[in-house]
């Protein structure tokens, strides 16, 4: 996991402020990008400006929470 945290651009417990820019096809997330990365954003809704706090990484996304 410390290799795979590495080279994304957010890391856990970090905090971004962050547009909804899609609805997540899979869940009742939204979705926003950090330089092009995919962060879920539980509880978001599209059109949002919401200030969030990363939870857990995945090898091509990110998942977090709003703040």
């Known amino acids: 996991m410390m290799g795979l945290e590495s080279n994304l651009p957010v ?3 970090e905090e971004y402020d ?5 609805a997540s096809k899979i869940g009742p997330e939204g979705v926003a990008r950090v330089h092009g990365l ?3 954003v539980r509880n978001g809704k599209l ?3 919401v200030r969030v706090r990363i939870k857990s990484l995945g090898s091509t996304h990110a ?4 703040i």
Do not use: A, R
């Open 11 to 13: 890391k856990v417990g």
């Open 18 to 22: 962050l547009e909804i820019t899609e």
């Open 38 to 40: 995919v962060i879920f």
């Open 47 to 49: 059109g949002q400006k």
């Open 63 to 66: 998942v977090s929470e709003i």
